[in-house]
């Protein structure tokens, strides 16, 4: 299984970026994609995440509004559109996946099974 993240980068406070996760090795439509993110010094956040088979998606807090989760069935992608950049977003992004059923009832709580390597965002301000 391979999770590839793709779309960081540096770019100032009220900007847009979009992340891309392209995925192999796995039922892409059996499964849940989304994203984590770790700033220095802090602990790991999940931020959103889609459930492919039915396009439920799941957003924390601090990102709703903001950013929006969407697929490409066609491509085994998933897109994180991120708009109204604020410094406190950067961090390392990665891409998870875990089975759609565990995330659907566990949500992030269970831990996911398939991490990518990751994607620098940087905010300034």
């Known amino acids: 299984v391979q999770l590839v993240e793709s779309g960081g980068g540096l770019v100032q406070a009220g900007g847009s970026l979009r992340l891309s996760c392209t995925v192999s090795g796995l039922s892409f439509d059996y499964y849940a994609i989304g994203w984590f993110r770790q700033a220095p010094g802090k602990e790991r956040e999940g931020v959103s995440y889609?459930?492919?088979?039915?396009?439920?998606?799941y957003y924390a807090d601090s990102v709703k509004g903001r950013f929006t989760i969407s697929s490409d069935n066609a491509k085994n992608t998933v897109y994180l559109q991120m708009n109204s950049l604020k410094p406190e977003d950067t961090a390392v992004y990665y891409c998870?996946?875990?089975?759609?059923?565990?995330?659907?009832?566990?949500?992030?709580?269970?831990?996911?099974?398939?991490w990518g390597k990751g994607t620098l965002v940087t905010v300034s301000s």
């Open positions: 998870v996946a875990d089975r759609a059923a565990l995330v659907a009832a566990y949500g992030f709580s269970y831990g996911m099974d398939y």
């Open positions: 889609i459930i492919i088979g039915d396009g439920r998606t």
